[in-house]
Nanobody, 121 residues
Framework: QVQLVESGGGLVQAGGSLRLSCAAS????????MGWYRQAPGKQRALVAS???????NYVDSVKGRFTISRDNAKNTVYLQMNSLKPEDTAVYYC???????????????WGQGTQVTVSS
């Protein structure tokens, strides 16, 4: 099994910054894509940003130029630096990874417990 532990959420004023971290641990053979999703009240969970093992990144349009995703492969950790935060960024942010628990085996989808980000106006 793979466990994801997130940290770094909190309350910040509009225009401020936060940095989220997510560390993966457990019986990990390999990790492919790591990413961050968010879910606001009354809305579906949606992708914010993702990053591959080769550091290829993908962002939702609404965060481009403000958020930066990065990863430390040696630590199985992914980060999300969030700058110029807006009230509409308020949501629970979930870490996600697609990983194999044995070499050559199937890829499974894993989720963190979520961390609240609240941006006040």
């Amino acid at each position: 099994q793979v466990q994801l532990v997130e940290s770094g959420g909190g309350l910040v004023q509009a225009g401020g910054s936060l940095r989220l971290s997510c560390a993966a641990s457990g019986s990990i053979a390999s990790i492919n894509v790591m990413g961050w999703y968010r879910q606001a009240p009354g809305k579906q969970r949606a992708l914010v940003a993702s990053i591959t093992t080769g550091d290829s990144t993908n962002y939702v349009d609404s965060v481009k130029g403000r958020f930066t995703i990065s990863r430390d492969n040696a630590k199985n950790t992914v980060y999300l630096q969030m700058n110029s935060l807006k009230p509409e960024d308020t949501a629970v942010y979930y870490c996600n990874t697609k990983a194999q628990i044995r070499t050559g085996g199937p890829t499974y989808n894993y989720w963190g417990q979520g961390t609240q980000v609240t941006v006040s106006s």
